[in-house]
C-alpha cells in the first residue's frame, strides 16, 4: 500500500466522519473503495487509463495518449451493430 495525503474541506470532512462512524468503516476504507468504483468506472479517461497500464512499451503508451480520437468498446459495438 501507498500512503496518499489529501486535503478536504470542513463539510465534506465531517460527511466523511460521520459516515465512517456509521458505517463502521475507516475514513481510508471509505476514500479506498470510493476511488475503486470512480476508476472502474466506464469514462473515455478511465479505459484510456487502463490500456496505457496495459501496453507494452513506451511507444505504444505515448500512442494511446496521442490519439483523442478514443472510443469505448461500447462506443465502438454501438456504432457497429455488434
Known amino acids: 500500500m501507498h500512503r496518499v495525503n489529501l486535503t ?8 466523511a466522519r460521520t459516515h465512517s462512524f456509521v ?4 475514513i481510508s476504507q471509505i476514500m479506498r ?12 479517461a478511465n479505459q484510456k487509463t487502463k ?3 496495459a501496453a507494452e512499451d513506451e ?6 495518449l496521442a490519439k483523442d ?6 462506443d465502438f459495438k454501438k456504432k457497429f451493430d455488434l
Open 23 to 26: 458505517s463502521k468503516k475507516s
Open 59 to 64: 511507444q505504444e503508451i505515448l500512442d494511446i
Open 33 to 44: 473503495e470510493s476511488l475503486s468504483a470512480y476508476l472502474d468506472s466506464s469514462s473515455k
Open 8 to 15: 478536504i474541506d470542513e463539510a465534506l470532512y465531517e460527511q
Open 51 to 53: 490500456l496505457v497500464l
Open 69 to 74: 480520437d478514443f472510443i469505448s468498446n461500447n
